[in-house]
């Protein structure tokens, strides 16, 4: 059984950092991309970064570029979102999708975490 669980979320003031983990299980981890996907209050689902771990290929939204760093721990099955000089517009719920190949298409995810509240607030 696939499972995707996601942590380190909260409450953060602007400028602040934190590091979202997401654990997962019951695939072969580096055989898929990962990604992490965000939904703000009241707005549709964003992506904001991707990882293929077999080619250490990472993609990020402009939104969040050069702020936040993915990364993958094969050894313990999970993935990263570092995420530094965070700005109120970075708060919402952040999930952890895995897609159904290596590479990263739109709308091919089949496994989702449960999402983690990030909240960037003064």
């Known amino acids: 059984e696939v499972q995707l669980v996601e942590s380190g979320g909260g409450l953060v003031q602007p400028g602040g950092s934190l590091r979202l983990s997401c654990a997962a299980s019951?695939?072969?981890?580096?055989?898929?991309?990962m990604s992490w996907v965000r939904q703000a209050p009241g707005k549709g689902l964003e992506r904001v970064s991707s990882i293929y771990s077999d080619i250490s290929y990472t993609w990020y939204a402009d939104s969040v570029k050069g702020r936040f760093t993915i990364s993958t721990d094969s050894a313990k099955n999970t993935v990263y979102l570092q995420m530094n000089s965070l700005k109120s517009e970075d708060t919402g719920v952040y999930y952890c999708a895995k897609s159904r190949s290596r590479t990263w298409e739109p709308g091919d995810y089949d496994y989702w975490g449960q999402g983690t509240q990030v909240t960037v607030s003064a």
């Open positions: 019951g695939f072969t981890f580096d055989d898929y991309a």
